[in-house]
T-cell receptor, first 112, second 114 residues
Framework: GNSVTQMEGPVTLSEEAFLTINCTYTATGYPSLFWYVQYPGEGLQLLLKATKADDKGSNKGFEATYRKETTSFHLEKGSVQVSDSAVYFCALTQGGSEKLVFGKGTKLTVNP | DGGITQSPKYLFRKEGQNVTLSCEQNLNHDAMYWYRQDPGQGLRLIYYSQIVNDFQKGDIAEGYSVSREKKESFPLTVTSAQKNPTAFYLC?????????????FGPGTRLTVL
């Protein structure tokens, strides 16, 4: 079945450091790929998405490129801020619906 | 403002009692979803509905029930048959009809069984 694997956390960085959170997937067909962010005690918010191979999603300085050849959708940011501290989820749609399959999440802590 | 509301934010239940979690959306979305979140396990799909008066089981439906009588509302009942109900519950909605669009999430309800 479809699945998402993302790097285990927690990840702790200093402010202005470079961030990479790895995400790989297994899926039949051509899923859409998403990164969601969850701040403490809140629901999930869409951070960025890509719907076809080689698409690059970007938002708030974060980027991820849909790589079909490596089945990956790694999240990157060049300079993290304390306010980026949150849990990040990689996800994909499965089948002909908008049902999401989530990775287990990666907790990021950014220290000043 | 359009969005998804969940109530209550915190809910306490005695063991053996049923409890219903509310989810309302004013985004005019066809599809709605319920997820359960446990530490270190990500989100797992409980039930989903692609249209009014229709719903399907997700990956962990045992011990839960839902209804979809109105497009705007998708309440989740946690029954006494659910063995480990303490968790954070998230409701979401999307355009549906296989448009492959994003899901929008509510703020969640934290359920604690005493």
């Amino acid at each position: 079945g479809n699945s998402v694997t993302q790097m285990e956390g927690p990840v702790t960085l200093s402010e202005e450091a470079f961030l990479t959170i790895n995400c790989t997937y297994t899926a039949t067909g051509y899923p859409s790929l998403f990164w969601y962010v969850q701040y403490p005690g809140e629901g999930l918010q869409l951070l960025l998405k890509a719907t076809k191979a080689d698409d690059k999603g970007s938002n708030k300085g974060f980027e991820a490129t849909y790589r079909k050849e490596t089945t990956s959708f790694h999240l990157e940011k060049g300079s993290v801020q304390v306010s980026d501290s949150a849990v990040y989820f990689c996800a994909l749609t499965q089948g002909g619906s908008e049902k999401l399959v989530f990775g287990k999440g990666t907790k990021l802590t950014v220290n000043p | 403002d359009g969005g998804i509301t969940q109530s209550p934010k915190y809910l306490f239940r005695k063991e053996g009692q049923n409890v219903t979690l509310s989810c309302e959306q004013n985004l005019n979305h066809d599809a709605m979803y319920w997820y359960r979140q446990d530490p270190g396990q990500g989100l797992r799909l409980i039930y989903y509905s692609q249209i009014v008066n229709d719903f399907q089981k997700g990956d962990i439906a045992e011990g839960y029930s839902v209804s979809r009588e109105k497009k705007e509302s998708f309440p989740l009942t946690v029954t006494s048959a659910q063995k480990n109900p303490t968790a954070f519950y998230l409701c979401a909605s999307s355009l549906g009809l296989a448009r492959r669009d994003e899901q929008f999430f509510g703020p969640g309800t934290r359920l604690t069984v005493l």
